[in-house]
């Protein structure tokens, strides 16, 4: 089975989401979802329903030819890439994902690959948050010294129930061996947890939350620092999600308000979160905001855009990496390039699922090197797009939707 093809089965199964669990006869498991402002998955006996759907999918996907797959392709490497690392590319690479069990049991898995070969170096088992039979995606972030991770777990039921945990990952140097600590932060259970992520010096942790307090509800990005547990808090109103939190730099933090990209000075002790300054972002693929990340120095915008071109009674889909001055939003330069041919047209064709499958994921503080998953996943640095290996099949152990990765 193709890269491309498990991409399509895992993404065609979202569609199990629009089936009513009520009207489908067959044991139901824990169902599963990747984060609040994403797609919720249902158990495997939807999970039936997705993948009658997905097989039916890939075969309608082919070329102009029947039972053709689509086909991947993937723009050139410039002729003088390096044979061993790029410069400023960190030596290892995590991913994070959740897997069922021989007992349909989820357990989630933390692995440590070598940037240059992609080879499994280590596997971590973080301990799984389930609540009132529910999972959520977990997500992790690096630090800027490629050996420092923080990995976060959310759940709950609601306002009064939301649970929130936080692990300290450490790397060996040589990337063996890593030890896994539970940090002692903790929110209050009306506090609904977003986006998470780790400051470049590794002592800060920038958190996006929506608490409430007698059915109000405001928004908020905390700064919590892990040496104390201090807290800085900026808020605002109306309550609304934060997403695609990141730092640039180690006083600076990137995020998305609605459908504005801004970048919030956090040195002070806190305030108003309609300080933080706007900047420009890359175009929005039919509607859909592409997550993007912010350099070091705040002046350029990495993210993606998605072409959708006819071809007869197909679709080309064309992703782009690209570089956007922060400033101005004009193009910097194209990263990489990925196409499918042969994709379908139509609400439930597989061209509307590729638009929103190609993200920025981490940046190195180094360089240009980044890792994304853009209908694979893989490295990007200044030779293109190299594709690395780091998550189970849907089709063998593998819970679908989740790409949690960093460096």
């Known amino acids: 089975m193709t890269q491309l093809e498990d991409r399509l089965r895992r993404d065609l199964g979202k569609f199990a989401d629009r089936a009513r669990p009520d009207t489908i006869r067959g044991p139901r498991l824990v169902p599963v979802r990747r984060r609040s402002q994403t797609a919720r998955w249902l158990a495997p ?26 086909k991947l392709a993937f723009a050139p490497p410039t002729p003088s890439a390096p044979a061993s690392l790029p410069a400023g590319m960190p030596p290892y690479y995590v991913t994070l994902y959740q ?67 936080f692990y300290l990952l450490r790397l060996a140097p040589d990337g063996r061996s890593a030890r896994l600590t ?22 800060r942790l920038a958190i996006a939350e929506i608490p409430c307090q007698q059915d109000r509800c405001h928004t908020g990005l905390i700064i919590v620092t892990l040496a104390n547990r201090a807290v800085r808090t900026w808020t605002m109103r109306p309550a609304t999600w934060l997403s695609f939190v990141s730092w640039a730099g180690d006083s600076t933090v990137a995020f998305l308000s609605g459908r504005q990209y801004r970048l919030l000075n956090v ?81 439930q064709g597989s061209a509307e699922l590729l638009d929103e499958e190609c993200r ?21 640095s200044d030779y293109g797009f190299a594709p690395l290996p780091g998550f189970p099949s849907p089709s063998t152990s593998g819970i679908s939707g989740q790409d949690a990765s960093a460096w």
């Not at 972030?141 to 990995?151: H, P």
């Not at 006819?310 to 064309?318: Q, W, Y």
């Not at 981490?362 to 853009?374: D, E, I, K, R």
């Open 267 to 347: 040195t002070g002790q806190g305030g108003n979160l309609l300080a933080a300054r706007a900047i420009a972002s890359p175009p929005a693929p039919r509607g859909v905001l592409p997550e993007a990340l912010v350099t070091a120095n705040g002046s350029m915008v990495i993210g993606s855009t998605v072409t959708n071109i006819p071809d007869g009674n197909r679709i080309t889909v064309i992703a782009r990496i690209v570089e956007v001055s922060a400033r101005t939003g004009k193009l910097v330069r194209i990263l990489s390039t990925q196409i499918v041919h042969g994709a379908t047209p139509g609400m």
């Open 45 to 70: 006996a939807a999970s039936v329903v997705a993948v009658m759907a997905v097989v039916a999918g890939v075969s309608l996907v082919g070329a102009h030819n029947p039972g053709r797959e689509p």
């Open 99 to 165: 897997s069922y069990t021989d007992h349909r049991g989820i357990i989630t898995v933390a692995v440590v690959h070598s940037s240059a070969t992609g080879r499994a170096l280590t596997r971590i088992d973080v301990p799984t948050l389930a609540i009132g039979g529910e999972v959520v995606g977990p997500t992790i972030s690096g630090a800027n010294d490629d050996r420092t991770f923080v990995i976060t777990e959310t759940g709950g039921l609601g306002t009064d129930h939301n649970v929130a945990w």
């Open 182 to 203: 539970k940090l002692p932060i903790s929110l209050p259970g009306t506090t609904e947890t977003g986006d998470v992520a780790l400051s470049p010096d590794g002592t």
């Open 360 to 380: 920025v994921l981490s940046l190195a503080p180094a360089g240009t090197n980044l890792l994304a998953s853009c209908f694979s996943f893989g490295r990007v």
